[in-house]
Structures are given as C-alpha cells and as structure tokens.
C-alpha cells in the first residue's frame, strides 16, 4: 500500500493544509524541530488520521549531537532533554530510558503509531549500533508491557553517504557495502523481543552531501531501492520512507516501482559497473568505462544501455504496465514525502494516478496522460515564475523545487521505459529518453 | 597429580546412583562422555563432563561448569519434540580416582545421524529435515538462544529428524562466558560467515546463523555433497570448505544435482549477509512445506 504522507512542523509551508484541503492525504508526520511541546493543535490532525490513515511523530532523535543553535524547540520536548541531560548518547541504558519515555509521550499526545528511533548512522559505528541496538529492544519492551493495541515503528537515519558505498571486490555480482551490510544485519535481527512485537520501520534518508543528488547518482539510488527492498520484502515489514531533503513523491514511485518489478537489481548492477574503479593503464578485465568521469545521470541512460549490460539477474521487462504499477502501488511500500512546496495539483494527480493503479484500471495510455499533466504543471509553473515572479525580485531559490520535480518525472521515465515507448505528443517539453 | 583423562567405568556409575541402572559407555570425547542408561525407568542417553582441577590441565573449570549449566538451562527452557529433551533426574556430580564428573541426563534418541545415512536422501525426507529442524530452532530462537552447531552429526532420526546436542548454544544475553578462546565455536565447513567474524568477537550475530549452517545440511541432503565442494575443491577438508563460505557467495550452479524447487530457498539460506536470508524459522518452514508436493 502506498501512502502519501505530509510532514508538519520542520519549517514553514502549506503543503498539509493544501493536501487537506484537496483530501488527497493518507497521513501526516509531525515534527518536534519547531513546535512547542504539549500543544494542542496536532489533536485534531491525528484523530483524522488515526483510524484511515496514518499519523507518525518523527522524534528526530538523528538530530542528536548537532550544534544547540539548531536545535529549534527540540530541547524543550520532555524525551530530548531527557536524553540530552542523561547523555543517552554514550550510555545505552540512558537511551532506551529515554526511549521508553519518548513512546509513552507519543501515545498520550494520541498516537495509535509510535515511533523509537536510533541515531544517525553516519557508517558503521559500534556506539550508534548499540544505541539503535537500545531503541529497538526498548520499543519492543515497551509495546509489551503498555502497547498491545499501539503500532510500533521502528526509526532508523541512514546517511546518504553510507547509502554511497559500493563493494567492488567482486565485479561478477553487486555486492553490498560491508558497511551497509552490517547495518541492515543489524536492524534486520530477530530477537526475543522484538521477533514478533514490532511492527514496521519508519526510514529516513539525510542527504548530507547535497553534490550527490537522489537522480544523478545510480549508487545512491540503488542502495536504497536495496534497502526498501531487504525491509520490506525479505523481512516482510512495511516500510515508511522519509527524506529530510526535498525529493519528491514521482522519484519514490520510481523507487517502488522498481523494487516491485526487481529492476532493482539491474540496478545495482549498472551502478557496480559504472562506480567502479579502473585502472588507468587498462589493465582491468573490462575496458575503462567512460560513463565513469561523466556521471552521467541516470536519466540520460537508455533501454538499451540498461541491456546491454550481461545482466543474468535482471528481469525481463514487464509487458503489462498496470500490473507492475499497480503491483508497485499496492504492494508493502509506503512512500512518504516531505514535500517542501507541494501543490494540491500536484497531489491531486498523483493520487488519482495510485488510486487508478490501486483499481487495476491503469493502462499506458492513462499513466502517460498523467505524468504529460504533471510535466505540463511544472511547465506552467516555471513559466508563470518566469514571467510573473522572478522579474520582480522573488529568489530563484524558491521555486528550484520545480527542477526537482522535473528530475524525478525523467527518473521515473527512466526506470519505467515502458512510459516512452510511445511519444504521445502533448508537448510536455521533456525530453523523451 | 596424575591426570585421569579416561571414563569413569559403567559399574561405577551404577554403582554410585540408585536410579541410574543398564549403564552401558557409547562415546566420549574431549570432556564429555556418553553413557545409555535406564534412568528413573526411562532410557536415557547419560552425560558425564570432567571437570579439570585447574587450567593447565584443560579448559577453565568455571568455563566447563558454566557450560554445564548451561547446557541444563537451554535443554529445561527451550522445548520442542524435535529438540532433545532432557530427562526427569536431577543433575549430580560424581568424583571417581581423584576426578571431578558432572552429569545430566538427555532423552536417550534410537536412530542414525543425518552423517550415517546414505546420501543423497530422497528429496521430500530432506524437505521434513528441514521442517523438524525449523522447529527444534525455532524453540531455541524463541529464547534467544543459538544452537551454533547444526551439522548432519547432530540430526538424528527417530520417527522424526531431532537436532542434538546444544551444548554449545548461546545467548548474547549470557555472553560472559568465555568461549572457545580463537577459535569460533562450531564445526569447520557449517559455521556462517558471521560466525567466523573475528572482529565481531565470534558473538555478534544472531538466529540467522544457525539457518545459514541448516542451508549446507539441506544441500548436502538433496545432492550428496557438500554445497561449497565446487569452489573449495573435491578434497577439501573443513577449514577450505570454511574458507570458501567467508569469501565466496553461493551460487546454485556449484549443486547442478539440486532439484529446481529448491535452489531458491537454498540461495536465500546461503547467502553470506545475514540480512539477506530468511529471518525466521518460521519463514523457512513454510517455504520447505510449499515445495513438499513438488519434490
């Protein structure tokens, strides 16, 4: 099931009163970063949610250590200070104390989801590991002793630096980063505690390098589609996705979509191929690849490219779209976006798109009206910025979510090449790949 | 003092406890002896461990008796019938020539191991295997135990597959017993991976494990041999065949004699992450009970 998701309270923005408004949301999360704690006004929101839909609470515990001129209200929430004046940070009794506080907060503030969350996992670390190690044994005690009908989602910060690292050691297959590996080991183990009382993992992504963007980097995508997949299917498990960067709904739909159809081992194995390393003298089995220095993003790449690659693993192509979108859209991912400007139009026609998926109605023609209107959105938008804002002074800045936006419609052309197969001719201005 | 390595006599043991009689010596070896005794009227396999004086005579006393207890402790709380099972008679010790013995007793189990039976076996007898095995772990995982050692030597069969001999189990919760000092515990050739992992001191790894060594069972059921002997070569012996698990991943091409339905389950078994197999017994089981009909 896909699930579109609003966040409240990390920084100004209409986007969840415009997705109301538009009744085009599942849920929302509720972030700590810049709201007083204990008020009231989130009652409402979370009883609108709480019987269809879903309302998480981001406790934001990945923000831990940063610097106190950033941390907003944080300190002001009973579970942060907590954690802060026991230096949970260092001691992991301290931290699933904390914990245990955090989630019986979430509960009384009317939670019928709770999340635990760990630190950031910046690489492999035994201290963090042993922290999010604290979480996950807490939030499964918890739930036992006080939670029996209260869903627990276990929050887990992954960097998109880690996400970065590949394995070359063994070209023939595409390896996991033991970094990465062991991470996955790590939340993926089943205990005594929480074999069977956790219900979910609540996945957020802190892009740290912003050099390194969601649709310019194969490896970066790879890994997470690995990532979702590993949660969700190996370990049946609903993954929730959050990004504390601005990507957009269309490049989670492709991440979907892609783990749905298995394209994700293709994947992994073009971006083995692309990242890695030669030698300059040639002396490597395989020629140097050129596609090495131009980083090309992976929306350039075509069909062909894709299979050309001897990629024993990759799956034939779907030839029904609507089954594999609507298995995508129906299957365990939930996708959440934190979406900086989002536009009611915008959720609008995506939801229409999942809802028409969901129903099975979906063929190519309608998939690709859709993605032609949103293109045809974006359009209007930079043109009316263009002519009607920029002019007078309103920063570029604004409005690069529009670009953003454009990237990830290329994306998920890109990784559903059944979309461009036919030039439909609406004149959406994006190129066909 | 004069070291006395051999086994007490079964006279002996008779001799000593009036509700141990039929004593008969089946095995020994390192610190244990196997005796098959009636033991309250019940047939049973009795167990006798020595206790060495101090550590230069063998492995840390304390360590054997922890082992001991512990040995008692995963066999009373982790019960399946498919797990050996402990028998109703209180633990003892026994001193003979000077020499410290502990004892348990174990229900006594009529049948050959997996490692005596002629291999391959029939595809759907491996499949059951493979399903008692889930469930004698599955009782083991519950508690957060692992068994460490799951190899055809400790499968044996009874009307039903059951996995013996937990005496090494372990629980990350009990870490503070000392283990097998640079050696990770387990037999060459079954352990995982993450077994061998020394920078994870042989302990940080968890139920997955276990499944992992239970997936080379599984495949030397259904082809005869052992499922790395393509990489590690015809003549290897259980150090390469380890070898070959750490640094190579599975591939089913190496078991050209698998049957097709059950190289997707053993590729997931086999796989040198741990996140990327099974998580559970329970997962496990119920793909073996879809392949049933099949094989």
Redesign the interface.
């Known amino acids: 099931m896909t699930l579109v998701l609003a966040q409240d309270g990390y920084g100004p923005g209409r986007k969840l009163d415009a997705g109301l408004e538009a009744q085009v949301l599942d849920g929302c999360v509720l972030s700590p970063h810049y709201r007083q704690p204990l008020r009231n006004d989130w009652k409402e929101l979370i009883q609108t949610f709480k019987d269809a839909g879903l309302a998480l609470f981001d406790p934001e515990t990945q923000l831990l250590g940063i610097p106190k001129d950033r941390m907003g209200r944080l300190r002001e929430w009973p579970y942060w200070k907590q954690m802060l004046d026991e230096d949970a940070l260092t001691n992991p009794l301290a931290y699933a104390q904390s914990t245990q506080a955090l989630l019986t907060q979430q509960r009384d503030m009317g939670f019928s989801t709770v999340v635990a969350s760990g630190p950031l996992i910046s690489g492999w670390r035994d201290y963090e590991a042993a922290l999010l190690d604290a979480a996950i044994d807490a939030a499964a005690q918890w739930k036992k002793s006080h939670g029996a009908e209260t869903f627990v989602y276990v929050g887990v910060a992954i960097t998109s630096g880690t996400l970065r690292q590949m394995s070359f050691s063994?070209p023939a297959?595409p390896e996991?980063d033991a970094g990465l590996?062991s991470w996955?080991?790590r939340i993926?183990?089943?205990?005594?505690t929480t074999?069977r009382r956790l219900d979910g993992f609540y996945l957020m992504v802190d892009w740290d390098d912003p050099r390194y963007e969601l649709p310019r980097d194969e490896r970066v995508l790879a890994n997470l589609m690995y990532v979702i997949y590993?949660l969700s299917v190996?370990?049946?498990m609903p993954v929730t996705l959050g990004y504390t960067g601005l990507w957009s709904v269309l490049a989670m739909a492709a991440g979907a979509h892609a783990v749905a159809t298995g394209w994700h081992v293709g994947l992994r194995r073009l971006a083995t191929e692309k990242y890695r390393r030669h030698y300059p003298d040639g002396s490597h089995p395989q020629a140097p690849s050129r596609r090495m220095w131009l980083q090309e993003p992976l929306c350039e790449l075509t069909q062909t490219e894709l299979n050309s690659l001897d990629v024993k693993r990759m799956p034939p192509p779907p030839s029904d779209v609507s089954d594999t979108v609507a298995a995508a859209m129906s299957g365990r991912i939930d996708a959440i976006s934190h979406l900086s400007d989002p536009t009611a139009e915008v959720l609008h026609n995506w939801h229409e798109l999942r809802a028409l998926a969901q129903e099975r109605k979906l063929g190519v023609g309608p998939i690709r009206d859709r993605l032609a209107a949103l293109s045809d959105y974006i359009d209007e938008a930079q043109r009316f910025a263009e002519d009607n804002l920029l002019p007078y002074g309103a920063p570029r800045g604004r409005f690069m979510h529009l670009q953003k936006w454009r990237e990830a419609l290329d994306l998920f052309r890109a990784i559903a090449p059944d979309l461009n197969t036919v030039d439909n001719g609406t004149g959406s201005g994006t190129e066909s790949t | 003092m004069r070291i006395n390595r051999e086994s007490p006599p079964a006279n002996v043991i008779a001799r000593e406890w009036d509700d141990v009689t039929d004593v008969e010596y089946v095995a020994g070896g390192g610190q244990k002896s196997v005796y098959r005794a009636v033991v309250n009227g019940r047939d049973a396999a009795l167990k006798l461990v020595r206790v060495p004086h101090d550590e230069e005579e063998g492995p840390d006393p304390e360590d054997v008796l922890a082992y001991w207890r512990r040995e008692i402790r995963v066999l009373s709380t982790c019960q399946a019938d498919t797990l050996v099972r402990l028998v109703d008679w209180a633990p003892r010790a026994i001193v003979h020539d000077n020499q410290l013995y502990v004892a348990y007793a174990e229900e006594f189990i009529d049948g050959p191991s997996m490692a005596e039976m002629d291999l391959p076996m029939a595809p759907s007898e491996v499949v059951k295997l493979g399903i008692d095995i889930c469930s004698a772990l599955s009782a083991l995982?519950?508690?957060?135990y692992q068994h460490r050692d799951v190899k055809p030597g400790n499968i044996v069969y009874d009307q039903r597959y059951v996995l013996i001999d937990p005496g090494i189990a372990y629980s990350r919760e009990e870490s503070n017993i000392t283990d097998t000092g640079c050696m990770p515990p387990g037999t060459s050739g079954f352990r995982s991976p993450?077994q061998c992992d020394y920078w994870s001191r042989y302990d940080d790894f968890?139920?997955?494990a276990d499944l992992f060594s239970l997936g080379i069972v599984l495949a030397i059921g259904f082809a005869g041999y052992h499922p790395y002997e393509a990489i590690a070569g015809p003549h290897a012996t259980g150090r390469s065949l380890q070898a070959a698990i750490i640094r190579v991943?599975w591939d089913p091409s190496c078991c050209p004699d698998l049957p097709a339905p059950t190289v997707p389950i053993l590729s997931r078994l086999l796989r040198r992450?741990?996140?990327?197999r099974y998580?559970?017994t329970d997962?496990l089981s119920t793909a073996l009970e879809g392949i049933l009909r099949e094989v």
């Open positions: 063994a297959q996991v590996a996955l080991d993926t183990r089943p205990s005594r074999k590993t190996s370990n049946d | 995982h519950e508690k957060d993450e968890d139920g997955r991943e992450h741990a996140h990327q998580r559970t997962q």
